[in-house]
C-alpha cells in the first residue's frame, strides 16, 4: 500500500509541479504572481476536450492542440491585460490577474456549462504489476510525461537562443535589453509557454477530477509546491510538486481522509519556519 500510494502520489505531484512551473516561469520573467494560472490549465483542458469531441481529433493530437491554444489565451492575456499595467505596482497586477481568473472561470461556463465532463482516457485501462505494486498507466504515463516535459524545458533554457534570453532576462532585464534582447518579447513567451505548460497539466489531470469549470483550484496546491521548493527556483517547483503529491497522497491513506489537504499545508508551513526560502530556494541578500 505505501508504494502504491507512493506512486500515484508522484502523479499527482508532477500536475502540480507543471502548474508551479508555469508560475515560476512568469515570476522570474516579470517578478508577478499569476493568480489565473489555475484558469488557464481549465481552459486549455476544456479546448482539448473541444477538439476531441467535436473536430474528432485523436485524444494526444488534441491535448497538444489545446495546450496550443491554451498558450495562444495566455499570449492574449498578457497584451491585452497585462501589459497596459506594465510598470504598476505589483499589488495591481495581483487584483488584475486575480480579477482574469474570475472572467476566464465564467466566460468557460458561458462556453462549455459549469457541469463535469469525463474526460477521454489518456492511457490503457489495464494496471502493470510492478513487484508487488499494481500501477495503473494512467499514473505512469503522467510521470513519463511529466518528466519529458521538464527535461525538455531545461534543453530550452540550456542550448536555444530563446531559452538563453528568457534566462538573461529572469537575471536582470535592463542589462538583457542593454544586449539587445527583445524584453517585451521575452515577457509575451513567458505567459505563452506558461499557459501551454498549464493546459498540459490540466489534460493530465482531467481524466481522474472529471473536466469542470472548478479545476482551477489546482493552482492552490500548485503555490503551495513552488514555496515548499523555493519561490522563483524552477528545480525547487519540480522538488516541490513531487513531495507535496506524495505528502497529500500518504496522508489521506493513513490518516483520515478529512485531514488530508490539510497536512500538506502543515509540512510547508513548517518547512518555511525551519528553512524560509524553501527546500531549494537561495537565501535573499540585500545590501543596505
Not at 504489476?129 to 521538464?150: F, K, W
Not at 519556519?273 to 537565501?283: D, F, M
Request: proline letters at 5%; hydrophobic letters at 55%.
Amino acid at each position: 500500500m505505501f508504494w502504491q500510494l507512493v506512486v500515484s502520489g508522484l502523479a499527482t505531484g508532477c500536475v502540480y509541479a507543471l502548474v508551479a512551473l508555469g508560475l515560476t516561469l512568469i515570476y522570474r520573467a516579470t517578478e508577478h504572481v499569476n493568480f489565473a494560472q489555475g484558469e488557464l490549465a481549465m481552459v486549455g483542458a476544456f479546448l482539448g476536450f473541444t477538439l476531441h469531441v467535436h473536430l474528432q481529433l485523436p485524444v494526444w493530437a488534441a491535448v497538444l492542440g489545446g495546450a496550443v491554444l491554451g498558450g495562444a489565451v495566455g499570449w492574449v492575456c498578457e497584451l491585452a491585460v497585462i501589459r497596459p499595467a506594465e510598470g504598476q505596482p505589483h499589488v495591481n497586477v495581483f487584483i488584475i490577474t486575480l480579477g482574469l481568473s474570475i472572467v476566464l472561470k465564467s466566460l468557460a461556463g458561458m462556453v462549455w456549462s459549469h457541469d463535469e465532463f469525463p474526460f477521454p482516457p489518456l492511457f490503457s485501462p489495464r494496471g502493470v504489476r510492478l513487484g508487488s505494486v499494481v500501477v495503473t498507466p494512467l499514473n505512469l504515463g503522467t510521470i513519463a510525461v511529466a518528466l519529458g516535459i521538464m527535461v525538455g524545458l531545461f534543453a530550452f533554457f540550456r542550448y536555444t537562443r530563446h531559452g538563453v534570453a528568457m534566462r538573461a532576462v529572469c537575471e536582470n532585464p535592463e542589462a538583457a535589453q542593454l544586449m539587445g534582447v527583445e524584453v517585451r518579447r521575452v515577457y509575451a513567451f513567458a505567459w505563452i509557454l506558461s499557459a501551454g505548460l498549464s493546459a498540459l497539466a490540466g489534460a493530465l489531470i482531467a481524466p481522474v477530477l472529471n473536466l469542470s469549470t472548478h479545476m482551477g483550484a489546482v493552482v492552490i496546491p500548485a503555490f503551495a509546491a513552488a514555496i515548499l521548493g523555493g519561490w522563483g527556483s524552477f528545480p525547487g517547483a519540480i522538488a516541490g510538486g513531487m513531495a507535496l503529491g506524495v505528502i497529500e497522497n500518504l496522508a489521506g491513506g493513513y490518516l483520515a481522509a478529512q485531514i488530508k489537504n490539510m497536512v500538506p499545508f502543515l509540512v510547508v508551513l513548517a518547512v518555511l519556519v525551519a528553512r524560509p526560502q524553501g527546500l531549494l530556494g537561495e537565501r535573499e541578500v540585500r545590501k543596505v
